[in-house]
């Protein structure tokens, strides 16, 4: 899985969220190299079914049985 796939599959899918942590830097004018993506997700019971659906997509199986609180 690489970032760009996931992010498409966000957008896609209309998963409400935010990246935050170091791949935001740049839109506030800074850089630094990180090797993960922190991922804000609107909490809401239509938005988490749809990113249920993308992680499913790319491979993390039993998230269907998480609820809202331990996603």
Same mark, same amino acid.
């Given at each position: 899985?690489?970032?760009?796939?996931?992010? #498409?599959?966000?957008?896609? #899918?209309?998963? +409400?969220?935010?990246?935050?942590?170091?791949?935001?830097?740049?839109?506030?004018?800074?850089?630094?190299?990180?090797?993960?993506?922190?991922?804000?997700?609107?909490?809401? +019971?239509?938005?988490? +079914?749809?990113?249920?659906?993308?992680? +499913?997509?790319?491979?993390?199986?039993?998230?269907?049985?998480?609820?809202?609180?331990?996603?």
């Amino acid at each position: 899985m690489t970032v760009k796939k996931l992010l #498409r599959l966000l957008v896609g #899918r209309k998963v +409400k969220f935010l990246i935050i942590g170091a791949w935001a830097f740049p839109a506030y004018g800074y850089t630094r190299n990180t090797f993960d993506i922190d991922i804000f997700f609107n909490p809401t +019971k239509a938005n988490v +079914k749809r990113l249920v659906t993308v992680l +499913k997509e790319i491979g993390y199986d039993g998230v269907e049985d998480l609820t809202m609180e331990e996603l």
